[in-house]
């Protein structure tokens, strides 16, 4: 056991070896190593076998990690046995070895048998609802902020397997009852997972709305996890994992609906997390000032950040590049000027009204001074952004131009979705209103505990820091690490020399990097902004991407007629959370004479 606890550590470099069959788990897999990014080879078995064949015959161990389907077992074993060439040689030559997308068959299980001797699997499928997911606790540097954790899942039917071996370590990772998802297998240097649903999801697949990993947690997270311990050197790893909760609508007062300022700053002083108000800047001009010393006094764990313009309804669904960016400028205006007004900085960080955005919207946010956006919905209102299961995987969504998405969530997503996001290097953003504080602030105590018991650790901050701070880094074969950031104005640990790439869609609108405001060569590679830092000293540094200026573009204030609704409409909205929302019953009779929405 500390054995192995002592080899996750290891910094070894591995090139992936995906056996490629007709079967579509073979190219499924390629997208988990794209999210990953995991470089490898696609070869057929009769390919592999001739190109390792001196290695295998040698019975040398190879630094590579083979990927094999059921299937690919199967097609391979067959390829093997023509050639003369012994399955458990095969098996030998690799120290690392996922098999994925395992079906049940009598001759799939032999095979794996048969390449990995001293092994023996039997398998089961698991239809009783609702499944208990157990991961196990033993093995946190393999499962992150998975680990220890246990939840039900809405999965219909899950297959599973039993492993043992006769030599050698066998744990499983994830389990239902006495059943593993995942199984871990190590026989002196060389390690195996097995992870047994018979299908891993195909994250090319549209989405329109954040997954819910509790309804396909076996067709993912074996996946994940198996693939980031194999490949821990050389793929894609979070350099910090943040988090924070974001209230959604109040002004500063010291009392909004259920939502009592005072409790929710003692919150943050006792526990350390930190919270963040999304205001809305209409109310730039009413906050309370002792609401705004409590805020004040405990930044970053307790901060502003923009919500909507006049957060009408829909009101960043439209596709008028001109209106929008006049409404995103309004907005800062107003914030700027609220600044001013009482001292308190805040956020350029959008979290649109009713979670309902446009493309343009989202494209506008950079050329209007804003670090990103922050999102419960993930797709634009008319669906023109394809995005994919795959997208969602990524520490931001970058489908929206240069500008990029972080998503969050309800506490009633459960502990599972925030631990998957943060395993994934996605920071732990929560969504809530004033509604979530009946009956006192316990209950987001109880949640920011359950948060708080991830490992890694989370950092609490602000979500411009978040935001700017984000960042996944691997290594490449020549020893350098490249790190990968997701907003034009980054910060980045550089205690070494690096290689920094940022995903950039339209690289006419780039004007230049800079470095601590000194200048440096980039270029464009695939699809990336790319450039080098070699450091002077070890400590952070800045970077800043320029882009082309927009035309100037006119504030929106709206006409007479126009402010007026929006008071009225403004002005409900607090009657009802402050009023009518103390009693469910009038709550009720509240919003069906008045049909207002989300605040």
Same mark, same amino acid.
């Given at each position: ?111 794996? =048998? ?5 092994? +023996? ?7 009783? =609802? ?71 999801? *195909? ?99 307790? *901060? ?31 914030? #700027?000027?609220? +600044?001013?007004?009482?001292? !308190? ?17 989202? #494209? ?12 419960? =919905? ?130 006419? +609108? ?5 470095? #601590?405001? =000194? ?13 080098? !830092? ?28 126009? +402010? ?36």
């Amino acid at each position: 056991m500390n054995y192995f606890k002592t080899r996750t550590d290891s910094g070894m470099q591995r090139s992936a070896i995906v056996i490629r069959t007709s079967a579509q788990a073979d190219g499924r897999i390629g997208s988990f190593l794209d999210v990953l990014g995991i470089e490898r080879e696609m070869l057929t078995p009769a390919t592999f076998l001739s190109g390792y064949a001196p290695e295998i015959a040698a019975g040398r161990e190879t630094q590579g990690v083979l990927i094999i389907s059921g299937e690919g077992l199967r097609e391979l074993k067959s390829e093997a046995n023509q050639s003369q060439i012994s399955p458990a040689s095969i098996g030998r030559a690799f120290a690392g070895t996922l098999i994925h997308s395992l079906d049940s068959s009598p001759a799939c299980l032999r095979a794996v =048998e048969d390449f990995f001797r001293g092994v +023996k699997i039997s398998a089961q499928r698991l239809a009783s =609802e609702p499944l208990r997911y157990r991961i196990s606790t033993s093995y946190p540097a393999i499962c992150g902020a998975l680990a220890g954790l246990t939840f039900e899942s809405s999965e219909s039917a899950v297959d599973s397997v039993n492993v043992g071996s006769g030599e050698g370590l066998v744990e499983r990772l994830i389990s239902i009852g006495e059943a593993g998802i995942l199984t871990y297998v190590c026989h002196g240097t060389q390690e195996l997972f097995v992870a047994s649903a018979s299908e891993i999801l *195909d994250l090319q697949e549209s989405a329109s709305k954040n997954i819910d990993y509790r309804t396909c947690f076996s067709r993912v997270a074996p996946t994940l996890i198996a693939l980031r311990h194999l490949f821990r050197a050389s793929c894609w790893t979070p350099e910090a994992h943040y988090g924070n909760i974001i209230i959604d609508d109040p002004p500063l007062w010291q009392r909004y609906g259920h939502l009592k300022l005072r409790e929710l700053a003692d919150m943050v002083d006792q526990t350390g997390c930190a919270c963040t108000i999304a205001m809305i800047p209409w109310n730039y001009r009413r906050s309370n000032r002792d609401a705004v010393g409590l805020v004040a006094s405990r930044q970053p764990r307790l *901060d502003v950040c923009i919500h909507g313009c006049n957060h009408t309804g829909a009101e960043f669904a439209c596709q008028d590049k001109e209106r929008l960016k006049g409404m995103l400028l309004t907005a800062r205006r107003r914030m #700027d000027a609220h +600044k001013r007004s009482t001292n !308190l900085p805040h956020q350029p960080v959008m979290v649109f009204p009713q979670g309902v955005f446009s493309v343009e919207a989202m #494209d506008c946010l950079r050329s209007t001074g804003y670090v990103a956006a922050v999102n419960t =919905e993930v797709a634009d209102c008319r669906g023109q952004g394809n995005l994919t299961l795959q997208d969602l995987l990524q520490t931001a969504v970058l489908r929206y131009g240069g500008s990029p998405l972080f998503t969050r969530r309800r506490p009633a997503d459960g502990a599972i979705n925030f631990a998957v996001d943060s395993f994934l290097g996605k920071p732990c953003l929560v969504v809530l209103h004033h509604d979530f504080f009946r009956g006192g602030i316990k209950k987001l105590e109880e949640f920011v505990s359950t948060l708080a018991s991830f490992r890694p650790r989370l950092s609490w901050d602000n979500l411009e820091n978040i935001a700017t701070h984000s960042a996944v880094s691997r290594r490449e074969i020549t020893g350098r690490k490249t790190v990968r950031i997701f907003t034009d104005r980054a910060v980045i640990r550089a205690t070494e020399p690096l290689t920094i790439i940022k995903k950039e869609k339209d690289y006419t +609108k780039v004007r230049g990097v800079k470095i #601590d405001n =000194e200048s440096v060569d980039f270029s464009f590679e695939d699809g990336f902004l790319r450039w080098n !830092l070699e450091p002077k000293n070890g400590r952070s540094v800045s970077v800043n991407i320029a882009t082309v200026a927009d035309p100037d573009v006119r504030v929106t204030e709206g006409s007479l007629g126009d +402010k007026a609704r929006i008071a009225l409409r403004r002005y409900l909205c607090e009657f009802r959370d402050n009023y009518p929302a103390q009693s469910e019953r009038l709550l009720r009779g509240f919003t069906g004479a008045l049909p207002l929405g989300k605040a």
